[in-house]
Every structure is written in C-alpha cells, then in structure tokens.
C-alpha cells in the first residue's frame, strides 16, 4: 500500500487594482493596474510578484494628471498592454489560491470578473478568501480609526500609502503581521492589558516525597539574610571536617599559650593543606 502524500495547504495571493474612478453617471471603471504578491500561508512570507500596467479601451477616461505624486497618469498607460494581453498570466496567478486583499470582496473581485467577461473569458476563481477590511473591523476593531489602508499604515508608523497595486498588497500583508502581533499579546496578557494585572505574594511550588506529588505556597518575597551567620555548603568529606575541626580547637588551645599572631597565621596555613 502507497503511502499517501501530505495534503499541501493552497497559497495565498493578495492582490489589488488600481482603476479610473467615475465622476459621471453611466461610467465605468477602467483597471488601470494590477498587481499580486504570493505569499506562503505557514511563513506569511512573500514567495513571489507580479505588477502591470494595463491600457484601457478608452484612454480619455484617464487623467492626464493624477492628484497623488506616484499615481497613474494616461501618459503611463498610453504604451502598456491591454487587458487581453496580460489575461492569461492574471488568470494563472488568481486561480486555485486563496484571495487576500483590503476591500477585495466588494470592489477588486467584482472588477475582475468583469474584465474577464468582457474578453469573454472565464474568470479565475478562489479556494478561499481573506478580506482584511472585515476580519480586521471584527477582530482589531477601530481602535486606529476608519479602517482604511492608509489610516492603518499610519497607526502602525509604516510610511504613506502609495496607491499603486505592488506597494499597497506589500502594505496589506504588514498591517496584517502588525495587527496580528498586537491581538497576539492581548489574547496572551489580557489582564495586564486591561490594567486588572496584580503581582501574587505566593507562589505554589511542587516537589516529590516518597513518590507523591506535595503542593506548598511559599512567600515570593523572600528577604536576604540579616546577619553573616548563615551556612554555607563546604565542599569537604564528614572525616576531613572532623580532623579540621579537631585542628581547629587544637589551633586555638595553642594560640593562647604563645599569643603570637605569627604562629597563629603559620599554624592556620598548615590546616588547609
């Protein structure tokens, strides 16, 4: 019988879209870009990238100049290729991952498939599907305020959002792994966090007599000695400290028959040798 073969968890790609913005009733939106980033989903690190530019049908309906100091002119996509040509690889990098992504759900999946339809071409479709907009609203709350990228970049002091697709999936995956962190700390301390933490005066300790297990407390505190007459371990056999103690007294009986600080010191030396 053949061993069976370890089922390997489906990638993650988040992925986002720039696009022209309608300003008029009856207009539609245009991708203007599309970029991805494939991440494993045991590491959440970046296994690999894609980015492009793609050139609408209709050029007039890009700016010719963009309000953002990086953002996307029509003079940027005038050369870049149109939507049908970069389809394929788009399709190869969406399909059969799970989708991540901020807001993914109700704008860049909807668009996708439209752009997709529009080729008349089946469009690529997800094992799975992460939306930080939501599960980031439900688990981290508004604490940083909206939720919008770039409010949450902000709070986590990771620079500006530049609203280009790389940049901002790149963004995505380090508000992530910062909100994780901090949700992670509060699920491990939640006492200390909500300042309900108290230090206990005791501590159980637990050690073996006779095979069973006995439980005590012991006071945490515990206060150094007060005077210099504690013990301490010596490293000497019970034979060796009874001739030492033996000398000792034999040292004493001598020193007070010579009352020589000399003798005392030589006879002193003599027992530790």
Request: aromatic share 8%; net charge positive; with cysteine.
């Amino acid at each position: 019988m053949e061993a069976s073969s370890p089922v390997s968890t489906p990638e993650i790609v988040f992925f986002d879209l720039e696009t022209t913005v309608p300003n008029k009733a009856g207009q539609r939106f245009w991708v203007l870009e599309f970029g991805a980033i494939i991440v494993c989903p045991r590491k959440l690190v970046e296994l690999d990238s894609y980015s492009t530019l793609i050139r609408p049908e209709d050029l007039s309906a890009v700016a010719l100049k963009s309000g953002r100091c990086d953002g996307i002119t029509r003079e940027a996509v005038a050369n870049a290729p149109a939507f049908e040509e970069v389809a394929d690889k788009i399709f190869t990098i969406l399909n059969g991952r799970i989708w991540a992504g901020h807001n993914i759900q109700r704008f860049d999946c909807v668009r996708i498939k439209e752009a997709f339809a529009e080729i008349g071409r089946p469009a690529p479709m997800p094992v799975g599907m992460f939306d930080s907009l939501g599960v980031l609203t439900e688990k981290f709350g508004r604490r940083a305020g909206n939720m919008k990228m770039a409010t949450l970049a902000t709070y986590f002091g990771l620079g500006q959002q530049k609203h280009r697709s790389l940049e901002d999936v790149r963004m995505n995956l380090e508000v992530l792994k910062h909100c994780a962190a901090v949700l992670f700390v509060e699920s491990s301390l939640p006492s200390v966090m909500n300042g309900k933490w108290h230090n206990p005066s005791t501590m159980v300790t637990r050690s073996r007599s006779n095979g069973k297990l006995v439980c005590r407390e012991e006071n945490c505190r515990k206060s150094p000695p007060t005077t210099l007459g504690y013990q301490r371990a010596v490293p000497y056999t019970r034979g060796r400290l009874g001739e030492m103690t033996e000398g000792v007294r034999k040292l004493l009986c001598k020193a007070q028959e010579t009352k020589s600080l000399n003798n005392i010191l030589k006879h002193s030396l003599s027992l530790f040798r």
